[in-house]
């Protein structure tokens, strides 16, 4: 047998241990706190290439090419991971109907305060070295879209967990097509035309 769990079976892991996944409820809140994916990455590239500059520096001396390559690289990656730096907070406000999203980085503060049926649980596809993957996002309106689920084949296990993640939360999923039978629609905009046939 695989040595590995299936994307399916890690995510119904964390639905089991935390019903509100993939928010965490924190004094009375549902929140997430997220970093830039790429943070870790340029965090170890940093270290690498200062790693090497004190290195060449050491055996070789500053007037070197080497050195130099070295500087250039460690200046590149310093800029990269200040430019990762900060945090996106997904807060979800059942009571009020409301979603908050919040962008932190050096640029400043972004922040995104809209009703529930803006937010959502949807389906994403993928087409990596010729097989079609799928994968669970939390989406909304200016909102970072975050990956909720590891790629797999099983759609259909997949689309039931998502349904089951959005009822959990009370907000909408969607599937990958714009138009499909398997959208589970809970909150519709004020305005919205019940005579239109989805």
Sequence with gaps: MWPF?????????????NPFYPYILKDNELIINARNKY????????????SGTLITWLVKGFKNLFFLIFVISFIASLIFSISKLGINIYKLVADEELYIFMKINIYGKKVTLSDIYNIYIRVKKTDQWGTRKYYLILGGYKMNPLTISGKTKNIEELRRLGVMIAENLNINFFDYPNCSPYHAIIHYPPDYDYEVVL
Excluded: F, N
Aim: aromatic residues 8%; without cysteine; hydrophobic residues 60%.
């Design 5 to 17: 769990k299936s994307a399916e079976k890690i995510l119904l892991k964390k639905m089991d241990i």
């Design 39 to 50: 943070y870790w990455i340029s965090v170890i590239l940093v270290i690498i290439t200062l």
